[in-house]
């Protein structure tokens, strides 16, 4: 189970605080589907870099399966079933995507069957990219994929996929939407996925409308996507002030 109690994160602009995170509790049951969601820039990136240790918020406490994972580096966190995928992946010069998936699998001996079933669950043939590297070559969308393989390969505990769909095609997002449906079924993984996309949205058991850094909303997909799909920002109430109903 997850666990944020109050987190807030702030940074200094000059002589002032700028607070992007201001105080969000949430807890998130083992093995669910949760989709972050909500306006541009209203901190839903950073949130979940918080919950990988990538940023360290400026007050509150996260605990993981019951321990206080607040002061844990990334590596920690990874070593604890924590994994993140960035909305805009790095790339990795001189490295494979063989050697990646080898990497984030922990099995040395990784056959190029299981590789080739990790990049199959992400629209793409081992045949084509098992032995390119994860440079500038490859295109945004091939290397989000691969990324997202290597989260697959690694199995951890809590996947967290930062806007899984930027920049891929319908073909491969529909996989994608196939993968996610079956970690979900299979009861093996919580998944935190921060999406605009209706069709992401629809598979979670539940949905956080993030705004302004607070926790706007949460409730079922059949609860909140009507409201977000009736209106645009202005005048939506789950992604107001006004209808706050956290
Ligand atoms: N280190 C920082 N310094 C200044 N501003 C920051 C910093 N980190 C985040 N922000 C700001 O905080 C806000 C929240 O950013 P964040 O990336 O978390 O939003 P988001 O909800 O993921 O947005 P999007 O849907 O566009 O990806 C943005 O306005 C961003 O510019």
Redesign the pocket.
Known sequence: MLELKHISYA?R?GDSE?G?LNDISLTIDDHRLVVFT??????????AKIIMGLVKPTGGQILWNGQDITDLGITERARLGISYGF?QPPRFKGLTVRNLLTIASGNEKLSKDQCCQYLTKVGLCANDYLDREVDASLSGGEVKRIEIATILARSSQLMIFD?PEAGIDLWSFARLTETFEQIHASGTATMII?S?QERIISLADEIIV?GD?ELRHRGTPEEILPQILADTLSGCPVLTKEGAAV
């Open positions: 940074v602009e700028l992007i909500g306006p541009n820039g209203g901190g839903k990136t950073t949130l909305q806007e921060i605009h993030v850094g």
